[in-house]
């Protein structure tokens, strides 16, 4: 099972990011996200696809139909500036599997 | 507060072994799986392997697959990963996570430790 996420997006200050995770039928998967600053260890925003854990901005929101899942962050800040992985678990081979992960750039 | 310490990393020429560990503390260790990710010198997060709760259930990655050997002992808290065979492509910053379950399944790590890096190298 392979996702598939853009190397990079870039964004204003103040405006909306979206970042794509594409995999096969992956609206039936559960999908979780993480957020990786530089020099930090990865740290979970979204899980099931749609709920933040605890302490997680309501900036950060995740919407999922057909191939593909889509992270969404409004009024994107400098902060906000890290690597976004997205994961599911592969139920046919029981491996956990990570997209390639999307740079945001806040421009 | 839930903590995750790894340990044991370091310079390996390849073909050698080298042993992580990772302390657990702030949960009850054996109600959750664990899991190892790694993440390559400027590279995205690749898995590495996972076990269950009670340590009876293992799962590893293609690429690690009879080199490495996940275990944990719930009595210490601590979670380990033998690495055999090293290879250059090895080299890694290796991470230890808690999942949200006693079993892997479609569920996230919730906590992530800092890593350790190992470094395989001639």
């Known amino acids: 099972y392979v996702l598939s996420q853009p190397p990079s997006v870039s964004v204003a200050p103040g405006k909306t990011a979206r970042i794509t995770c594409g995999g096969n039928?992956?609206?039936?998967?559960?999908v979780h996200w993480y957020q990786q600053k530089a020099g930090q260890a990865p740290v979970l925003i979204l899980h099931?696809?749609?709920d933040r854990p605890s302490g997680i901005p309501e900036r950060f929101s995740g919407s999922k139909s057909g191939n593909t899942a889509t992270l969404t962050i409004a009024r994107v800040e400098a902060g906000d500036e890290a690597d976004y992985y997205c994961?599911?678990?592969?139920?046919?081979?029981?491996?956990?599997?990570f997209g390639g992960g999307t740079k945001l750039t806040v421009l | 507060e839930v903590q995750l310490l790894e340990s044991g990393g370091g310079l390996v020429q390849p073909g050698g072994s080298l042993r992580l560990s990772c302390a657990a503390s702030?949960?009850?260790?054996?109600?959750?799986?664990m899991t190892w990710v790694r993440q390559a010198p400027g590279k995205g997060l690749d898995w590495v392997s996972t076990?269950?709760?009670?340590?009876?259930?293992?799962y590893y990655a293609d690429s690690v697959k009879g080199r490495f050997t996940i275990s944990r002992d719930n009595s210490k808290n601590t979670l380990y990963l033998h690495m055999n065979s090293l290879r250059t492509e090895d080299t890694a910053v290796y991470y230890c996570?808690?999942?949200?379950?006693?079993?892997?399944?479609?569920?996230?790590?919730?906590?992530w430790g800092q890593g350790t890096l190992v470094t395989v190298s001639s």
């Open positions: 039928n992956i609206g039936r998967e559960k």
């Open positions: 099931y696809h749609n």
């Open positions: 076990i269950s709760g009670s340590g009876d259930r293992t």
């Open positions: 996570a808690k999942w949200v379950a006693v079993i892997p399944a479609g569920d996230p790590f919730d906590y």
């Open positions: 994961q599911v678990w592969d139920t046919s081979s029981d491996h956990v599997v």
């Open positions: 702030g949960f009850t260790f054996t109600s959750y799986a």
